[in-house]
Each structure stands twice: as C-alpha cells, then as structure tokens.
C-alpha cells in the first residue's frame, strides 16, 4: 500500500510539491479552496475544503491515515498543518511554532528574546497612530501576511495613518507592525530543518521595486555577498528559526543587508521561499533536491547525508510587470538559459504586490543572467 501524505493548498505554488511526491509514488491527498486549484487534477484526492478549516482536515486525515502533512511557499497553510499533524503524532513543528512563524509581531518578540538582530518595532491597530513616535521612515506591514500585501515604506507622520489603515485591512487579524526602516539589500536564506537542527542550503540575492511597496521582481542564487556576511546570515538564520520554534521542515529567512555590512533579519518562514526559489531555484544552483526533501521530512525519514551540493550553477527568476517591460523581447524568444517561463495577461501591470506580476522566466547558467 502506498504512503499518503496530505498537501494543503493547491494554487500553482503547491503544483511542484504534488508533482514530486507523485513521482515519488505516494499517494497525494490535497485540501483548498476550489477556485484557483491547479492542484485538483493532479493530485490522486481533491478535497475542496478550506485551507483554514483545520478540524475538518484533522477529520478526514485522520480517517484516510495519512504518513506526513506538509505544504510549500504560502504562510496561510502552515497552523493547519502543524494542528492536524500535532493531533496524529506526525512530524512537523509544533502548533505555537507555526503561530510564532505566521504573525510577525510574535516572532519579533521571539528574536528580542534570542538576541537576534532585528530592526525595532511598534505593535499597532487602526486609529492608533497618535501614540507612535518612531524616527521615519519606518516600513508598515499587516503581522499576518505574505507577499508584499499591506507593506508600505511610510516617510513621515502624514502617510502613517493611511499606511497603517491599509495593513490592518489586509490582515487577518486586523493588526500591524510598524518597524525601523532598513536601507540595503535583501536576501533570503533557504534551509532545511531537521529534528532541531538546521541546514543552509543557499542563499537568495533579490531585486525589488524599492519604496513603497518592495515587492521582488527578480532572484538570483548564489549570493554575491562576501564570506564573512554569509556567516553570519547563516548564524542568525539558524537563531532566528530556534527562535520561533522550527525543528523540521523547510526554512526561508529574509534579511536586510547595509552598506557597512551589518544584517539585520526581516523575518522567518517555516516553509520554502515562494517565486519558484524553493521549488526551483535551490535545486538548479545547487543540485539539491529540496522538494525531496521537504516530502521525506514529512514522512519522518529524512536523511541528513542526501544535503549534498553536486552543482555549481546560477540560476533566477525574473517577473514580468509594467515596471520590467523592457525584459519583454526575453520572454518573447527562446534563450540559451531558459528553463521555464510564462506569460499570463496581455497587460503588464503596476505592481503593489507579488499577485500584480503578468509572468516569470526562470534560468540556469554557469554564471549570472543579467538581462
């Protein structure tokens, strides 16, 4: 009989991960919302079901025996799976490990209190904005979301309560954070946790749009930062998930980097990096099979000796959006380093957030594609 494992979500980002464990030979049971699921006709079961009903889930994993529960690339899906998995002695981290991770004011607190560098932050609701007095410019985001949603670079006390109103009408919760303003670059650490003990599998060099929304238009592995930076981001990465509670599974930890070198950690996810970095990029920079291994976690028969760089590649993804219509003619044309790309739309839009992007190309090469 075939091992079951449940996949939660089933938007494109999941389609790898359903791909993967059926090449695997495991039987895939996928639990979403029906609109959007581009899962439903590839996974062996469709349950559209919410990814937020976690005791319906629980029901139904529980009567079918599931092995492993997991999910890749989205923060919303995380508490279900950590619930349900929790409740059938699965292997995954721990249900106040996966709130920890999902709200960002709780993983704030949490790095206070592991020492790990992080900007400063003021807790705030809509219609609190007198009892803020930060140095500006300071950076608003709704503590429950993902994607560039709600985040706006905010320069003085005029554009607060405006900031402030939209982030708390992204969040689920209707709660956001106010941080410290970071300048520099951004980079995301990609890892692999087990058991407690974690594993840096690569590092992540990100373009954004810059002020007021930073959302990516394109990723590049490996790293361009020098040997004592990579150091210490792969410190503060394995603090930072500690931190929060990580002990299996899938990292991506995101930082800002300034002029004088000083890192300062953004925030954790326990799950791959969305944009096809974890999906895609950590295996064609560095040979490593993270999908593989995210699935064998789950399942609760990772091995440690199969994190091997076979690879010297670079590899990327470049977003197609109003802001990189010159990069049109690439998407157009075949290329030597093309591995997959897509258009969706005949217009390019003006992005706020990662769902406003009109398509990707992602490449391979011996060295960085600069288009």
Known sequence: MREKIAIIGASYLQLPLVEKARQMGIETHCFAWKEGAMCEGVADFFYPISVLDKERIL???????????????????????????????????????????TNKLKMRLKFVDFNV??????????????????????????????????VTKVNDKYELSEAINEACKESLTGACIVE????????????????????????????????????ELSHHQPTMCNEEVKRTLEDETKKALTSVGVENGAGHTEFKITKNGSVYIIEVGARMGGDFIGSHLVELSTGY???EGVINVALDRFDINSIRSSNNNCSGVYFLSKETERLLPFFERKNMFDVEKSIMGKELLRIKNSNDRSGYLIYKAKERVLI
Do not use: M
């Not at 951004?186 to 959302?215: C, M, Q, R």
């Open 180 to 215: 410290e303003f970071i300048d520099g670059i951004e980079v995301s650490v990609e890892s692999i946790s087990w058991k407690g003990n974690h594993y840096v599998l690569a590092i992540t060099d990100k373009i954004t749009t810059g002020a007021p929304n930073f959302v």
């Open 59 to 101: 029901e139904i994993c529980s009567a079918i025996k599931i092995k492993g529960i997991t999910t890749i690339a989205t923060d919303i899906a995380i508490p279900t799976v950590s619930y349900v998995g929790e409740k059938l002695g699965l292997c995954v981290n721990s249900y106040e490990s996966a709130i920890c991770s």
């Open 117 to 150: 560098n992080s900007p400063k932050f003021w807790n705030i609701k809509s219609g609190q904005v007198e009892k803020l007095t930060p140095n500006f410019p300071v950076i608003v985001k709704p503590v429950d979301r993902s994607g560039s949603r709600g």
């Open 289 to 291: 099979d993270f999908l």
